[in-house]
């Protein structure tokens, strides 16, 4: 079965400065999808970045990038720049891409806190 | 505003209750996925519909049932709660069932009293 780690259950970061949340996984396919998704204060599940696993180029997203290493099953998050509505809950999450279910797979959440 | 509704937003019930929430996906999107976010259990898929038909299951409860009706929209029935069903429940929708993402309602915060 897959399983997503997330080893850090908080960090904090001083506004205007990069930080990197990590993730580890596990799994038997070659093909599949990482994600990274925010959960602020409101709840609401945002998608802020994807992966696939056949892409050897890290995704961008203006301000968010990733640094994916198929071999070690690592899948970090760098937020540059970070800003105060960064601070939420940052979800990794996995999912397979042939056949069966095509679920996510969750870690179990950072919680990153922007100080002014 | 991911275009995912879920209704309500929050419940308040007793113990050997049965609720129903309600989940209506993008214009567009046939699959449905229905998610627990729990403090002890984190986020678990509970199951997925595709184009009205049940395309898997996870870690949901007997007591609980769902189904995607012809207008795609879908339903969770949870029955006979229990305390430890307190939780928030996300509805989810994507295109297919392949190369798509998955886009996250506002969720459903239920109260078991």
């Known amino acids: 079965a897959q399983t997503v780690t997330q080893s850090q259950p908080e960090m904090s970061v001083q506004e205007a400065e990069t930080v990197t949340l990590s993730c580890t996984y596990d799994?038997?396919?070659?093909?599949?999808?990482l994600f990274w998704y925010k959960q602020p204060p409101s709840r609401q599940m945002i998608l802020v970045i994807r992966q696939e696993a056949y892409k050897q180029q890290n995704a961008t997203e203006n301000r968010f990038s990733v640094n994916f290493q198929k071999a070690a099953k690592s899948f970090s998050l760098k937020i540059s720049d970070s800003q105060l509505g960064d601070a939420a809950m940052y979800f990794c999450?996995?999912?397979?891409?042939?056949?069966?279910?095509?679920?996510?797979?969750f870690g179990t959440g950072t919680r990153l806190t922007v100080i002014p | 505003d991911s275009g995912v509704t879920q209704t309500p937003k929050h419940l308040i019930t007793a113990t050997g209750q049965r609720v129903t929430l309600r989940c209506s996906p993008r214009?567009?999107?046939?699959?449905v996925y229905w998610y627990q976010q729990s403090l002890d259990q984190g986020l678990q898929f509970l199951i997925q519909y595709y184009n009205g038909e049940e395309r898997a299951k996870g870690n949901i409860l007997e007591r609980f049932s769902a189904q995607q009706f012809p207008d795609l929209h879908s339903e969770l029935n949870l029955s006979s709660l229990e305390l430890g069903d307190s939780a928030l429940y996300f509805c989810?929708?994507?295109?297919?069932?392949?190369?798509?993402?998955?886009?996250f309602g506002p969720g459903t915060r239920l109260t078991v009293t």
């Open positions: 989810a929708s994507s295109q297919g069932q392949g190369k798509n993402e998955q886009y």
């Open positions: 799994t038997s396919e070659s093909d599949y999808y």
């Open positions: 214009s567009g999107d046939l699959s």
């Open positions: 999450a996995y999912r397979r891409v042939l056949g069966g279910a095509n679920n996510l797979f």
